[in-house]
């Protein structure tokens, strides 16, 4: 018996459709992309080496260390808790309290004379404290300002934060609740 040949199959227009393929692909995945925390940075220090001095009372130390152990204040914190602390903290109602941060009296458009906090709310983070830690501190903090803000909106305009549209009221509400958070440069706290 003879052999039958077998026909050859052209491959020449399978490139063609792999790179056809590869360009559906490409052009039709979304990419997710990494976001960011969104901070407004300070405005650059005009003299650098001038050393700041802030009172010991009008500032909240949130450390973290390396086993995301979270310390605030020189005391055993917790994550469920920190919101809650750093917005009594951040509360201007106890100006004469020694205990709590010192006062300042604002005149602010649309909204009056009020008293703002002075406080300052410290981070400090181990270079071994994990990304999770970080961000829920971080969430933590930023739920407690977000709230003073609904809180100091409602009040004066009838509304929460985030639903003003009208930018003097948006201005108004910043300024009488700034949001004063330091972040220190990690360092290697230990088991603080």
Do not use: C, W
Request: hydrophobic letters at 40%.
């Amino acid at each position: 018996m003879a052999r039958r040949a077998s026909p050859e199959i052209n491959a020449g227009s399978m490139a063609d459709i792999a790179f056809l393929l590869l360009i559906f692909f490409l052009v039709t995945t979304t990419m997710d992309v990494d976001t960011g925390i969104t901070r407004r940075l300070p405005p650059p220090v005009e003299n650098p080496d001038e050393d700041i001095k802030i009172k010991e009372r009008n500032i909240l130390n949130v450390l973290v260390n390396k086993n995301d152990r979270l310390l605030v204040d020189g005391k055993v914190g917790n994550i469920a808790t920190l919101k809650d602390v750093a917005k009594d903290f951040m509360i201007p109602v106890y100006p004469d309290d020694p205990n709590h941060p010192e006062t300042e009296l604002k005149t602010i458009d649309l909204i009056g004379e009020i008293h703002t906090s002075k406080g300052v709310i410290s981070l400090k983070n181990d270079r071994g404290t994990s990304y999770e830690m970080y961000i829920m501190v971080q969430n933590e903090l930023a739920r407690a300002f977000n709230e003073l803000k609904d809180e100091m909106a409602q009040k004066h305009f009838g509304t929460r934060f985030d639903k003003l549209i009208n930018e003097d009221e948006i201005k108004a509400v910043n300024e009488a609740v700034p949001v004063r958070i330091s972040e220190a440069e990690p360092e290697n706290i230990g088991d603080r």
